[in-house]
Nanobody
Framework: QVQLVESGGGLVQPGGSLRLSCTASGFILDYYAIGWFRQAPGKEREGVSYISSSDNTYYPDSVKGRFTISRDNAKNTVYLQMNSLEPEDTAVYYC?????????????????WGQGTQVTVSS
């Protein structure tokens, strides 16, 4: 059974950091492109970090320099390190996988999604 489980969300003050984890079961993450997305109440889903199966990465301007995506193939886990967090980063964060080469930006091209983890940035 294919499953993605996110963890690491929580409440953090502005300027703080969090590291999200996305652990896969039922398949090997090495072969997949992975994306981290977020969705805030009343807003559309937004991609925040992407990594290809060959470990190329891409970040939109909104998080560039603050977020870092990485993977640990031995643990079948992908991470999202988030630094200098802002209240605007508050959202539910999801990881997703796509059986496609390269960086996959379109969320419709993703095959499996996790259940999400809440990140709240507030003082």
């Amino acid at each position: 059974q294919v499953q993605l489980v996110e963890s690491g969300g929580g409440l953090v003050q502005p300027g703080g950091s969090l590291r999200l984890s996305c652990t896969a079961s039922g398949f090997i993450l090495d072969y997949y492109a992975i994306g981290w997305f977020r969705q805030a109440p009343g807003k559309e889903r937004e991609g925040v970090s992407y990594i290809s199966s060959s470990d190329n990465t891409y970040y939109p301007d909104s998080v560039k320099g603050r977020f870092t995506i990485s993977r640990d193939n031995a643990k079948n886990t992908v991470y999202l390190q988030m630094n200098s967090l802002e209240p605007e980063d508050t959202a539910v964060y999801y990881c997703a996988i796509a059986a496609r080469p390269g960086i996959v930006v379109d969320p419709h091209h993703y095959d499996y999604w996790g259940q999400g983890t809440q990140v709240t940035v507030s003082s």
